[in-house]
């Protein structure tokens, strides 16, 4: 069993000094302890923001309580706070705003081809208006709602929708949002931001296609 | 003799100045009139009704011919065809408008079933004329005309195969194909006023009009019809209509993404609100829905830049709408459309927050519902393919709450077998290097195999009633026992162990002891009672009526039957949970 094994691997003059840092204490604590004892101890979490906030006294202090009392993984039951909540129906249908988390590098590229006026940028949440043509990276145009003549332009709308929403692809969401109104910009965006691994079954987009667009702004509200 | 009558009748209104004609000779007309017709002297009414000295009388009193000429023309005897023709030509021309509209759409109205097609053929291009005299007026009419038809329209039977739709014996295809060519010029009317305009007021009587009747065809006949795609039927006179129909509402300013969207976005209280919800019903965007995601209908105009996230979560809508129906092609459509919706989205992608909207909730419910009253076997099959499809779209965390959901509230001993059955494959992947979660391991698991791990009445819970999920529990728990280790114990199963034994299998044990003698014992009597042929045994306890039929009485052979098969299925649960009690007898007890 764990616990009869785990022998101390510092001595408390090791402990002291500079020889063990407090990120790597923290993290033999956080390795053994039971989690009940590092919650009394605030030592749940982040090792750098624990680390932040806890003395080396202290974390030493809680080293030496951990052998003393035993208190390793897997020898307590677990105090199970129910933090589950009960299910619950909601009556109104309500729009659910994916929150897009910093994943790293955007995943789209951007060349201007007409100047926006640079200073109208839209919104998360502002409803903007595009005319736009999609082709692949072979060519083939997938999807525009620019119409052969100019005389059918005026009779079509650009699409409209409000941009940052997750109602679009991501490479749209983000890149319309850097530009300006009246901008004419070619995105190109990975299928990561696109429509992935799965492409869009029986139409032209393939899996983990990479998708390119001609965009120009022409409104935002 | 009626001709004479008709003369007398037109030379004597000729006199009558300001077209102040009695009743009586509107009467004298009609009648005189009608029996001309029937009589089949076409022509000469033809050169009576064309003299210019009875334009008036025409103008007032012609339109009430319509009704012999129509059931005239659709008898097509040859030779009075083209007189009648002729007649209706000119009365379509010079009499009032409204009243005409009148006069044809009582003849669409009464056509019976077996004529509707050939009535429409017959009435749409007058119908058509008529209208469009009304100039700017027609809204309305055109409105009342549309709804005619289509209601008729609406009686034909679908059909079903491509022979079917190829013969188009009643006529459906054909209507359609006709509809089609009706309501060209209006379309081009609204498409002329956005080109000059640059828009189009939403409230534009015509287009409301035009819109009315797309979301009509939409409801009937398109979504009772199941298209088939080109490469079965080359040519389907239905699937222009379906193509058509969606082209008509982008010509006239509605936007099909807009329209998907509707009952998803926050819908702030305008005035008028209510009139938007009857405008848009939402079974005709259910069938929109359907034509688009699973017929690929017009989708070169739907643009491909929506998420497949939000895709869904719009359709998730109208699935659940198809899918609280009870007949199977609604229930088709409901699963084809939340399959190929699902099918874009990335396996394990769909966030927990989706779970909060009403749809992600009620949509398994109604699903549940398909895979265990529905009496159709394929539809049973394709739900249960497409359950597990949702359930596999779902984040961990998305699962989790799913599992627990459905737990709490399907109380369905089949239903719940097959979740535990996925949170086993769950805990299994969780233990697999690298994909460790707070979810299926940690300190979640344990509330959710607390759900799991229970028996519902204690140790009188029905076992035969429960197997389903009693066997996916026990096993679920001997996997987890022989997979986690003790000593690593990363699911917790082995601390939770001593609570597990009081609340599940030691009442499991007690109440498997019970039922296996209470049966045992009704098996020993049953075959005691079998070799004494007494009267004891005829009594039956209780008969069962089916639709006003008595079943026969269970025989004791066959009573003896499933009492044996019962204890087989005791046999099956105490197998199991031997091995389990043998896994845990073999271990040590962890320190408590």
């Known amino acids: 069993m764990m616990a009869a094994d785990l022998v101390q691997a510092w001595t408390d003059e090791q402990l002291k000094t500079e020889e063990v840092p407090k990120k790597e204490l923290i993290k033999f604590i956080q390795d053994n302890g039971a989690h009940s004892f590092l919650a009394e101890h605030k030592l749940l979490g982040n090792i750098k923001n624990v680390a932040k906030t806890a003395k080396k006294e202290q974390l030493i202090e809680a080293y030496n309580q951990l052998f003393e009392s035993k208190r390793f993984k897997g020898t307590e039951v677990e105090v199970v706070t129910e933090e589950v909540q009960a299910v619950k129906i909601h009556d109104n249908p309500k729009e659910i705003k994916t929150e897009l988390v910093d994943e790293g590098p955007p995943k789209f590229t951007k060349s201007i081809l007409k100047k926006g006026d640079k200073t109208n940028f839209p919104k998360k949440g502002d409803t903007v208006s595009c005319w736009y043509s999609g082709t692949l990276e072979d060519g083939t145009v997938f999807d525009t709602n620019i119409p052969a003549s100019a005389k059918k332009k005026k009779q079509s709308k650009p699409l409209s929708f409000k941009v940052g929403l997750g109602r679009v692809i991501r490479g749209w969401d983000e890149g319309v949002l850097t530009m300006s109104k009246g901008e004419t910009a070619r995105l190109e965006i990975e299928s990561d931001w696109a429509y992935g691994r799965k492409g869009v079954p029986d139409s032209k987009i393939p899996p983990n296609a990479k998708l390119i667009f001609e965009v120009e702004l022409v409104a935002i509200d | 003799m009626a001709l004479e009558q008709l003369s007398d009748v037109v030379q004597r209104c000729q006199a009558i100045k300001d077209e102040s004609y009695s009743s009586q000779d509107y009467d004298l007309f009609l009648a005189a009139g009608r029996t001309c017709i029937e009589q089949g002297d076409s022509a000469q009414v033809l050169s009576i009704l064309v003299d210019e000295k009875n334009k008036s009388i025409v103008r007032c009193m012609g339109w009430n011919l319509l009704g012999p000429l129509v059931q005239m023309l659709l008898k097509k005897e040859d030779k009075n065809l083209p007189h009648c023709h002729a007649i209706l030509s000119h009365l379509l021309e010079v009499c009032s408008p409204k009243e005409l509209l009148v006069g044809l759409l009582e003849q669409v109205e009464e056509a019976d079933s077996a004529s509707i097609a050939e009535t429409l053929t017959l009435l749409l291009k007058p119908l058509q004329t008529v209208l469009l005299r009304l100039g700017m007026k027609k809204a309305s009419s055109v409105g009342m005309a549309l709804s005619t038809l289509l209601s008729q329209v609406a009686r034909l039977p679908v059909p079903v195969t491509k022979e079917q739709e190829e013969d188009d014996v009643f006529g459906l ?273 344990l509330p959710l195999l607390r759900l799991v791990l229970c ?138």
């Open chain 2, 173 to 445: 295809c054909c209507c359609c194909t006709a509809l089609l060519q009706f309501v060209k010029p209006f379309v081009e009317e609204i498409k002329e006023i956005v080109k000059d305009n640059n828009r189009i007021s939403k409230d534009n009587e015509l287009r409301v009009e035009l819109l009315k009747f797309c979301m009509k065809s939409l409801s009937e006949p398109l979504l009772e019809v199941q298209l088939k795609d080109p490469d079965t039927l080359q040519k389907s006179p239905l699937r222009d209509f379906a193509t058509e129909i969606l082209m008509i509402l982008s010509n006239i300013g509605e936007s099909l993404p807009d329209l998907l969207s509707r009952n998803v976005l926050k819908r702030r209280e305008v005035p008028g609100f209510l009139e938007e919800e009857v405008r848009y019903p939402k079974e005709s965007l259910a069938c929109m829905c359907h034509l688009l995601f699973v017929n690929h209908i017009a989708v070169d105009i739907f643009p491909a830049v929506l998420s497949s996230v939000f895709v869904l979560q719009c359709n998730m809508e109208y699935i659940e709408l198809l899918l609280s129906r009870t007949e199977g092609s609604r229930l088709q459509k409901g699963l084809e459309l939340y399959e190929k919706s699902l099918v874009r989205v990335e396996d394990n992608s769909l966030p927990v927050d989706l779970l909060e909207l009403k749809t992600f909730f009620s949509v398994p419910q109604n699903l549940v519902k398909v895979l265990t009253l529905c009496p159709d076997q394929t539809l049973r099959t394709k739900g249960l393919k497409v359950f597990q499809l949702s359930i596999d779209k779902f984040s961990t965390e998305a699962k989790y709450k799913f599992f627990r959901g459905m737990l709490k509230t399907s109380h369905h001993a089949g239903v719940e077998g097959y979740i535990i059955k996925n949170i086993k494959n769950q805990i299994d992947f969780s233990l697999k290097p690298c994909n460790g979660n707070e979810w299926f391991l940690g300190k979640h698991l």
């Open chain 2, 455 to 592: 028996l519902p009445h204690g140790p009188e819970t029905d076992l035969l009633q429960n197997l389903d999920r009693i066997m996916e529990s026990l096993n679920l728990l001997r996997y987890m026992l022989i997979r986690d280790k003790e000593w690593e114990n990363e699911t917790g199963i082995w601390t939770e162990l001593y609570k597990i034994e009081d609340h599940y299998l030691k009442p499991m044990r007690t109440g498997l002891n019970m039922s296996k003698a209470h049966y045992e014992a009704e098996l020993k009597s049953m075959k005691a009672n079998k070799k004494i042929t007494s009267k004891d045994s005829q009594a039956s306890v209780c008969t069962l009526t089916v639709d006003n039929e008595k079943l026969p009485d269970m025989t004791p052979e066959m009573q003896i039957q499933v009492l044996q098969s019962a204890l087989f299925t005791f046999d099956l649960i105490e197998s199991v949970l031997a091995r389990i009690e043998e896994i845990i007898e073999a271990k040590e007890r962890p320190l408590s």
